[in-house]
């Protein structure tokens, strides 16, 4: 039941842009993404509750495709404040459980 | 609103030894879950409660560990026997509701057993 994240790790240059994925073999009900940062506790970014909802944070924005058990987070031309790992964390339909994937970990460099 | 609060934020033990946490969540929140992060990795769920009752320790080792809410607000999370393996970040966060409420995490404790 663990969502995938992919890619498991990106290097960007500031001002580039990314996007990571998270999808799921089961019907998600919702989806969670955060941001940690090494040593610290993970930070809630945004809540997904709908199939095609899209929800916007500054330049960090994502995605939710129900059909295809499928989220993406999209961040734009990135900072330096933007590295970190980042984490989906999903619940299925019918599960309150909130699982977490293995995480996709940015590093922004100058 | 303050935050999740963790105690204690690390702890040194050896192996076979007993140790416990505690977790004070966000007050109101009805959902508490305890997560294991190793080193590298995402946060495994442990246990969550739904008040003071579980909703789910699927994937809570129960020959060693244990954990319990009581009055389905604080709750502590124990090891007994410790193995080596168990050297992880716990983390415990709390949320309103489990499936469409956001997660807020307390600072953790950082286990290493030698």
């Known amino acids: 039941q663990q969502p995938v994240q992919s890619p498991q790790a990106v290097i960007l240059r500031e001002g580039e842009d990314a996007v990571i994925n998270c999808s799921s073999s089961?019907?998600?009900?919702?989806v969670h993404w955060y941001r940690q940062k090494h040593g610290e506790a993970p930070v809630f970014l945004m809540i997904?509750?709908?199939?095609?909802e899209q929800k916007g944070h500054e330049k960090i924005s994502a995605s939710f495709n129900e059909k295809k058990q499928q989220s993406s987070l999209y961040l734009t031309a990135s900072q330096l404040s933007y590295s970190g790992t980042y984490f989906c964390?999903?619940?299925?339909?019918?599960?309150?459980?909130?699982?977490f994937g293995k995480g996709t970990k940015l590093t922004v460099n100058p | 609103e303050a935050g999740v609060a963790q105690s204690p934020r690390y702890k040194i033990i050896e192996k076979r030894q007993s140790v416990a946490f505690w977790c004070n969540p966000i007050?109101?929140?009805?959902?508490l879950y305890w997560y294991q992060q190793i080193l590298g990795q995402g946060p495994k769920l442990l246990i969550q409660?739904?008040?003071?009752?579980?909703?789910?320790d699927s994937q809570l080792p129960k020959d060693r560990f244990s954990a319990e809410r009581l009055k389905g607000v604080d709750s502590t999370l124990k090891i007994q026997p410790a193995k080596l393996e168990d050297s992880a970040v716990y983390l415990c966060?709390?949320?309103?509701?489990?499936?469409?409420?956001?997660?807020?995490f307390g600072q953790g404790t950082r286990l290493t057993v030698v």
């Open positions: 966060a709390s949320s309103h509701h489990a499936e469409d409420g956001q997660a807020f």
């Open positions: 089961k019907a998600l009900y919702s």
């Open positions: 997904l509750l709908k199939g095609g």
């Open positions: 964390g999903t619940a299925v339909r019918g599960s309150e459980k909130l699982v």
């Open positions: 007050s109101g929140h009805a959902t």
């Open positions: 409660f739904q008040n003071n009752g579980v909703v789910d």
